[in-house]
């Protein structure tokens, strides 16, 4: 079979006629084949010089044909121009033109004007091939920044999914939302088809397949914990209004952070009522914080330590549960292959650092959010967003805040971080977990200031009362899930676990790092049940 490409100068007389010639060949000889490229007169010599260049040949006119050797690989055989391909047909098939010159300059200029319309059309398809519109809020922050290559990576979404990011903030960031989206257009990441900025509200989520909420701004000044709980609605309901309003019908939005994240995914839920099931929480920030602290006594790294649970309150009251933690590929007496682990409880025989600074390490971490930096924040994102996307590992357990339906007997209606699994682009709920009872005690304390959270935000409830049981109000509060004998400690309040929470609004070099001395162990309590009574520590333990 003979192949010939036939390119020229859409405008060209000469490739008009050589086309002519070529396509009465292929109609009548069955082993005869033509492939035909135009140029743009403007670029036609640049491409000419390169494709010479590429395969060494010498040519300067248009058009250029030459013959492709499909039996014996390697480049094709030059024929030459116009006169050497008339020749060719001549002397191989007989056959010869007679279009006169005035047909052949009508030709060229239609020519011309279809290579035109083509790349129009081109440039038309390419707009309708939509990039998943990624939009990021509070995006000045530095969890954006780190976020950003992250995501352009194709690590969470795909490495073929192109995405467009669209970063939205208020009027005064405009210069720092600048020098993001030039840094990462400087990535020059495949996966990333542009990057743009919103400061204007109403344009806000246009279009948006996925939205990332991140820790807002505090513009006045915050004279209490009830006035930080209220600044969050207004932001909320603005939000919820944007995405009933612009997003795509089955959006995804996920809320990081360090502040309130429980509160601020309810208040989203209550405002976009239309995308509630599609709006979660991100605890693997806290979950990260877990394992690290574990790690770090371990001497092995974060990442052999899997199945931590954080529940409730990302952000504020919650319980670290070791009860399902394993530890693979420990360095010990015992060893096993790849998949095989050992409880994390059977391996921290220094039960002091668990009941003591196991748990006031943590609650030090999630109440002042210090170390809750941009760089684990936009990881913690990341990883939901990928796990929501493509499933999370099989038979690993995932932390992550959502809306209860009563599952292990949380009530209903508020954000509460619990195990769950991803798989088929959504999240369950691991309901059949063994050994996950939670005390009514602990369940009260954590759904209580959820709930008084949310109340003191809508304005229905003045003042954020902390819950404080019976045993809270006449004995010390147990910290722990171990008994210990130590000295007896002058508990504080159970509102300076808030206090603590509401430092964060402060500069980190004016903090002051306050432990409730509450947090210390209470000696020679014995828990009468998997989990204590008075349980208003950091975590469940077997």
Known sequence: MAKFVLAGRADCPYYAKAELLADYLQKNLPDFRIHKITQHPDIWEEWLKDLCKKNRWSHNKSPIIWRELLDRGGKGLLLGGYNEFLEHAQLYYGVTSSMTTELMKRVAQENLGTHIEKELEKESLK???????????????????????????????????????????????????????????????????????????????????????????????????????????????????????????????????????????????????????????????????????LARKLKITPSCIKDVIIWGNISGNNYVDL???????????????????RPVLSLLFDREWVNREFVVSLKTLTATGRQFGGMLAAHSIATTLKYWCHGSPPGEIV???????????????????????FENGTWVVLTDLKNTEISQQAMTRMANDLIQEQLVALG???????????????????????????????????????????????????????????????????????????????????
């Open 127 to 293: 707009g309708l091939v939509n990039p998943l519109q990624v939009w990021i809020t509070s995006a000045s922050s530095l969890a954006c920044y780190h976020l950003i290559p992250i995501l352009t990576s194709g690590e969470v979404f795909g490495p073929q999914m192109e995405i467009s990011i669209n970063l939205f903030d208020n009027k005064h960031t405009e210069e720092k939302l600048i020098s993001h989206k030039q840094e990462a257009e400087d990535l020059a990441s495949p996966c990333l088809q542009s990057v743009s900025i919103c400061t204007q509200a109403e344009e806000a989520f246009h279009g948006a397949h996925v939205i990332i909420i991140l820790d807002d701004h505090v513009d006045k000044e915050i004279n209490s914990l009830e006035d930080c709980i209220r600044s969050r609605a207004p932001l909320c309901q603005l939000y919820g209004s944007l995405i009933e309003k612009n997003a795509h019908n089955f959006a995804k939005i996920i809320v990081g952070g360090k502040t309130f994240v429980n509160l601020k995914t309810a208040l989203l839920m209550k405002y976009a009522p239309t995308f509630a099931r599609n709006i979660i929480a991100v605890a693997l920030g806290v979950e990260g914080q877990a394992k690290a602290a």
């Open 323 to 341: 009860r399902k933690a394993k530890v693979y590929r420990y360095e010990s007496a015992i060893w096993g292959p790849p998949h095989y682990s």
């Open 399 to 421: 932390s992550l805040g959502v809306l209860s339906e009563g599952q292990f007997g949380i009530p209903k209606g508020i954000v509460f971080s619990m195990p769950v699994k």
């Open 460 to 542: 229905e409830l003045a003042n954020f009362q902390p819950y404080q049981s019976e045993t809270d109000l006449n004995q010390e509060d147990v910290k722990t899930t171990l008994p210990t004998k130590n000295d007896h400690q002058e508990r504080r309040k159970v509102s300076d676990d808030y206090k603590d929470l509401f430092t964060h609004l402060m500069p980190d070099d004016e903090k002051d790092l306050i432990l409730s001395d509450g947090d210390l162990p209470d000696p020679g309590t014995e828990p009468t049940s998997l989990v204590p009574p008075a349980l208003a520590g950091r975590f469940f333990s077997s």
